[in-house]
């Protein structure tokens, strides 16, 4: 029987390469997007759009095609990355911030949460930035702080979800040359998607609520 998996924020960098990662293990990958893209209808996953992962409709209609499906895997990918500087700061810009990258995986996976396999996995792509110890630079205040809310958040599911035999892993993916960031990065993106399944693959009970660094290292909180 095939692994279903749901994807979010896949239509491209991070979540295109993660989708075609689990395609090519014959998996099969629900790819949640706001607007597809011909290089994810290629996958032949099957992909949903218009999911505004701060729109709770949005949500609402996604999570209906799922409908009696079995989760086997969840990754919330979707995110956003604005700048603001100190006497300059858009509050709107960090409240957007907050609805995408801490609210956004919180409301899906709540709606998502019946849909779980036993031994089912959740994976919350974060970022170092939310960790407080290893802000030594200042600055982005809305990516730090709703990438710190959804580290907490993660390890709250990690506690909630655990009864129900679902391993939650806190993933930094490193420094990927996506177009979030200007194409910039240490990686790509298909490398931090091997390296993120890699790292799903070892979540258990054990080990859940973990903060990891893609290349295997856990990171302080």
């Not at 209609?61 to 989760?71: F, P």
């Not at 006497?87 to 957007?96: M, V």
Request: proline share 2%.
């Amino acid at each position: 029987m095939k692994k279903n998996v749901v994807i979010t924020g896949a239509n491209r960098g991070i979540g295109l390469s993660l989708t075609k990662h689990y395609q090519s293990q014959a998996c099969q990958v629900t790819a949640f997007c706001r607007n597809s893209s011909a290089e994810l209808t290629s996958t032949g996953a099957k992909v949903i759009e218009g999911v505004d992962v701060a729109n709770d409709a949005a949500i609402k209609r996604a999570v209906q095609t799922l409908a009696d499906t079995e989760i086997d895997l969840l990754i919330n990918n979707a995110g956003m990355l604005m700048n603001e500087v100190l006497g300059q700061i858009d509050y709107t810009s960090i409240q957007k911030q907050f609805e995408i990258n801490a609210l956004g995986p919180l409301k899906i996976t709540e709606a998502l949460q019946r849909n779980f396999s036993s031994n089912a996995k959740l994976a919350m792509i974060t970022s170092r930035m939310g960790s407080v110890t290893d802000n030594t630079s200042g600055g982005r205040y809305g990516y730090r702080m709703s990438k710190a809310a959804l580290n907490i958040a993660a390890v709250s599911l990690a506690h909630d979800l655990r009864s129900k035999g679902v391993a939650v892993g806190v993933v930094h993916p490193g420094l990927v040359g996506t177009d979030m960031i200007g194409g910039v990065g240490d990686i790509t993106p298909d490398q931090a998607a091997a390296r993120i399944a890699q790292r799903i693959d070892e979540f258990t009970l054990e080990n859940s609520g973990t903060f990891w660094h893609s290349n295997g290292e856990t990171l302080p909180w």
